[in-house]
């Protein structure tokens, strides 16, 4: 059975990071790509980055140069670092496996999220 | 970036009801279109890939058509456990994109 859980989410003030965790079980992780999603209250899913199976990075535009996403398939974990963290980013963030190994296959497995408020 | 706009926002429907949803993107994105369902703030689920497909385990009242631009999402008789929001992600590029949403209440 897959499973992804999150963890990491939490309380941080403006400009502040925090680090996103998701350990991954139930499947070769080393062979998909992963990816992270976010929803702000009462909003719609918004797609964040994504690392493929090879390591492969991509970013959506709202935190290009502020997020960093990486894996250890050693640990079957998958990573946000999350830097100058700004109000807009309060959200759930949700860990999400992709069917494939590079971006051919949406996501087919996700995680129950972790909640990242950004406030003073 | 693509953009993704689903119609309508909100549709009101019965239990028994066959409901359809629309999913356009800004450009074509081929079949590379997929649906899922989410409620009550939970993780979303995987329903449909490839516009057409049907995802393993997902029930047969579900189905998608469409290609290039314009999409359906199609519940050819509304259950209870249907009543949720459904979005559209185009996958055919990063950054992947998706539709507002579209939340079916009980009318």
Redesign the interface.
């Known amino acids: 059975e897959v499973q992804l859980l999150e963890s990491g989410g939490g309380l941080v003030q403006p400009g502040g990071s925090l680090r996103l965790s998701c350990a991954a079980a139930g499947f070769t992780f080393r062979s998909y790509a992963m990816t992270w999603v976010r929803q702000a209250p009462g909003k719609g899913l918004e797609w964040v980055s994504a690392i493929s199976s090879g390591g492969t990075t991509y970013y959506a535009d709202s935190v290009k140069g502020r997020f960093t996403i990486s894996r250890d398939n050693s640990k079957n974990t998958l990573h946000l670092q999350m830097n100058s963290l700004r109000a807009e980013d309060t959200a759930v963030y949700f860990c999400a496996k992709e069917g494939g190994m590079h971006g051919d296959f949406p996501s087919d497995y996700w995680g129950q999220g972790t909640l990242v408020t950004v406030s003073s | 970036?693509i953009q993704m706009t689903q119609s309508p926002s909100t549709l009101s429907a019965s239990v028994g009801d066959r409901v359809t949803i629309t999913c356009r993107a800004s450009q074509s994105i081929s079949s590379w279109l997929?649906w899922?369902q989410?409620t009550g703030?939970?993780?979303?689920?995987?329903l449909i890939?490839k516009a057409s497909s049907l995802?393993s385990g997902v029930p047969s009242r579900f189905s998608g058509s469409g290609s290039g631009t314009e999409f359906i999402l199609t519940i050819s008789s509304l259950q209870p456990v249907d009543f949720a929001?459904y979005?559209c992600?185009q996958?055919i590029?990063?950054?992947?994109?998706?539709?507002?949403?579209t939340k079916v209440e009980i009318k």
Not at chain 2, 41 to 46: C, Q, S
Not at chain 2, 93 to 101: E, L, M, N
């Open positions: 970036d997929a899922y989410q703030g939970k993780a979303p689920k995987l890939y995802q929001t979005y992600q996958y590029s990063y950054p992947w994109t998706f539709g507002q949403g």
